[in-house]
């Protein structure tokens, strides 16, 4: 059907010349925009045009193509493929049951157009009803999504911290099996998170054979990207040793050198995957702009040992004077990992230290700062909000410029990156500080997200591919959103299209949710 359309609607080369009368309908005509493909060739004055959910024509001299239903006026502003999250986490969006919600607007005002769902081992096997719910209720952004090693493996052995037999490792295998045969991209992990944490690289190797029988990728949030178990190098050595072993091309999730024990390391962690990728082997990943993480204070600096059995557990160890004494020496530990008080800013809203740093509300309360942490717990029994500064600029960057990584916002409530990572990554980063190109920011935005996940006629400009199209204003293109204020839409994006529904029109919602499901087709013959 899609391509009966095109037929309809794209002239042929000699067009321009035909009178008025005889242009193709079109809906929708962007002119004059500063066009970035979604490739590495500079950007053009050119027209783009839309008719049905593909983009038919780009190129010079659209009004005299086109009669176009609509027409924007682009002049001075960007316009580039619809830009793609690659490692997102919209669940309280896209799961809500609100249909304002989902439309998933903080993705929308950024620009984006598709995000990859699923990740840090979290997607369901179940990917065809989990397709149909999301179509039935309608959504705002194209979703990708992965089968996810927790899901299966929770399904499976529970929170079991030991390896599954051979009959439960057949049971996770054929699962993985189901998720790609319904159509995930890839195998997604979480290797730091517990229940994922206690599986060995075999047993991981073995799963993600699954994947690569299918055409799917590994992505991992991986073991450590710290020095809480093996250590970051060690652990970006496993997920190479995944790839190889399990014959699948590695993608690292929100790459990073987190922690000061770790800080400087992005120089060799670069080096690693620029030596496996000269050996032939497909390794990617994405990245979010920010040097602060987001969490809560309570998993950020309490052994876990102290949160086992939960909140009433913790109080009553805490209550315990020589328990009390072995959870402040290994907060104290964990303090000076994540870069001591001052790397903490307290930021639940309502709270009286919400826009303080750790160290701030110790050295008013007079209190050691882990003292000060463990009153807050105390007090606090909904858990509170941190961000955690804990990665230094020259590693950001170092990893930004890398012609293998790609965007992603790895966005969860209560962090500005939910709301504001790509517009952050333009306007510091490229726009204020040149560490990258405005074509590298939309590059490694698109095109190259939508080759790295082989992203059906996505992430490019071109006559015949879907119309995922935004308008921004190269000036205005900027986060609001920050630590204290983290829900504040971005700014600048004046138009945005979703397989040629208009979602953004003149700066507002449209509360059209033409967002789609878009599925990976595993190789004939390797699904029943
Ligand atoms: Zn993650």
Redesign the pocket.
């Known amino acids: 059907m899609a391509a009966a359309q095109l037929a309809i609607s794209v002239l042929p080369a000699t067009a321009h010349a035909l009178p008025a009368l005889a242009r193709s309908l079109a809906d929708v005509l962007i002119e004059g925009g500063t066009v970035y493909v979604g490739d590495d060739s500079p950007p053009v004055q050119a027209d783009v045009v839309i008719s049905g959910d593909r983009i038919v024509y780009v190129g010079p001299g659209g009004a005299a193509r086109f009669r176009p239903r609509h027409t924007v006026a682009a002049a001075g502003k960007v316009v580039a493929p619809g830009l793609i999250d690659a490692h997102t986490h919209p669940d309280s969006y896209v799961r809500s049951p609100s249909p304002a919600a989902r439309l998933n607007a903080p993705w929308l005002f950024q620009g984006v157009t598709t995000l990859l769902i699923g990740?840090?081992g979290s997607g369901t096997p179940d990917v065809a009803a989990e397709r149909a719910a999301f179509e039935r209720l309608g959504v705002g952004t194209n979703l990708v999504p992965y089968v996810g090693f927790g899901a299966v493996r929770e399904r499976v052995l529970g929170q079991a911290s030991r390896a599954p037999d051979g009959a439960e490792l057949e049971r996770m295998r054929a699962l993985v099996a189901k998720g790609m045969c319904e159509g995930a991209i890839g195998l997604s992990t979480?290797l730091f998170y517990a229940p994922q944490s206690f599986a060995t690289t075999d047993e991981v190797i073995v799963l993600a054979r699954e994947a690569a029988r299918r055409g799917g990728i590994y992505d991992t949030?991986q073991r450590d990207e710290s020095s809480y178990t093996i250590g970051l190098l060690k652990s970006v050595a496993e997920t190479l040793e995944i790839g190889r072993a399990a014959g699948l091309p590695v993608h690292f999730?929100?790459l990073k050198a987190l922690g000061v024990d770790v800080q400087g390391q992005a120089p060799a962690v670069v080096a690693a995957i620029e030596a496996a990728r000269s050996a032939g082997q497909e390794v990617t990943a994405d990245q979010y702009p920010w040097t602060a993480s987001g969490s809560a204070l309570e998993p950020s600096l309490l052994p876990a040992w102290a949160l086992d059995g939960g909140r009433p557990a913790l109080l009553g160890r805490l209550d315990d004077p020589a328990s009390l004494e072995r959870i402040r020496t290994a907060m104290r530990d964990n303090l000076r990992r994540r870069g001591g008080a001052p790397s903490l800013l307290l930021t639940t809203a309502g709270t009286p230290w919400a826009g303080q740093t750790l160290a701030q509300i110790a050295a008013a309360w007079r209190l050691e700062p882990v003292d000060a942490a463990l009153r807050i717990i105390r007090q606090d029994e909904h858990g509170t909000d941190v961000a955690s500064f804990n990665m230094i600029e020259d590693d950001i960057r170092l990893i930004m410029r890398q012609p293998w990584v790609v965007t992603s916002s790895?966005g969860s409530d209560g962090h500005p990156r939910q709301y504001a990572t790509f517009p952050l990554k333009y306007a510091k980063y490229a726009r204020a500080e040149h560490v990258i190109s405005t074509l590298e920011f939309i590059r490694s935005s698109t095109g190259r997200t939508a080759d790295m996940f082989r992203l059906d006629r996505r992430g490019y400009l071109r006559e015949g591919y879907f119309a995922d199209v935004v308008v921004f204003d190269p000036d205005r293109y900027a986060p609001r959103a920050d630590y204290l204020h983290p829900r504040l839409l971005s700014a600048g994006v004046d138009d945005l299209y979703v397989n040629g529904q208009a979602v953004i029109r003149a700066g507002r919602l449209t509360q059209l949710a033409p967002g789609r499901v878009l599925l990976h087709a595993p190789p004939a013959g390797s699904c029943p």
């Open positions: 990740v840090d979480g949030h999730a929100h790895d």
